[in-house]
């Protein structure tokens, strides 16, 4: 007899309601400033803050007590209600910036893809998932810090354009795990 076991693992990074409405990453989308729909907050310096994040899910199938199989889902998602700009102060530019953000959770939902295809089937092989969840939320918070901080939040023209430009190789990398439009 066979013994499907579903688990569920969303860790959303920047939601507290998981029903809200989300967008998924789609190579031909871009976010448009009617995209963010929480209040700016107008006591700190940023211009706008784009909430986005790796949705995870998987299943497993044993049998006899031994893990037979297992099947993942990875999405990149953008939380409008998490997200917001200041009208005054945003322009087309500081959009690009955010969208870049957006662009690169789907770069680590890549990353994450192609290193769970790598993975071999296992008794412990939730663990290896849920590990590997953690590790590559961690590697992603760190790489969007480390945009910021080279990009001075957009304001930085020349890394900006350079940051654009590596993403969209590091992208064009992973293609084969993109998500589907």
Not at 20 to 27: A, R
Not at 29 to 41: D, I, V
């Given at each position: 007899m066979y013994k499907t076991i579903l688990v569920l693992v969303l860790l959303?990074?920047?939601?507290?309601?998981?029903?809200?409405?989300?967008?998924?990453?789609?190579?031909?989308?871009?976010?448009?400033?009617?995209?963010?729909?929480?209040?700016?907050?107008?006591?700190?310096?940023a211009v706008a803050t784009t909430a986005s994040g790796i949705t995870f899910g998987f299943s497993i199938r044993e049998s006899d007590k031994r893990v037979i199989s297992f099947k993942t889902e990875v999405h990149a998602h953008f939380y409008p209600k998490q997200s917001w700009y200041k009208p005054k102060q945003a322009n087309n530019y500081v959009l690009r910036h955010e969208q870049l953000h957006f662009d690169i959770t789907e770069l680590f939902v890549r990353k994450f893809r192609k290193r769970i295809s790598l993975l071999k089937t296992n008794n412990n092989i939730a663990n290896e998932l849920r590990d590997l969840h953690k590790r590559i939320n961690k590697e992603l918070a760190d790489f969007q810090n480390q945009y910021d901080t080279d990009t001075d939040f957009s304001r930085n023209v020349k890394a900006q354009l350079k940051w654009e430009a590596l993403i969209e190789i590091e992208l064009n990398k992973l293609h084969h795990f993109k998500s589907k439009n």
């Open positions: 959303l990074l920047f939601v507290q309601n998981s029903n809200e409405p989300v967008i998924s990453w789609k190579d031909n989308y871009r976010l448009t400033w009617s995209n963010f729909k929480a209040k700016p907050k107008h006591s700190v310096s």
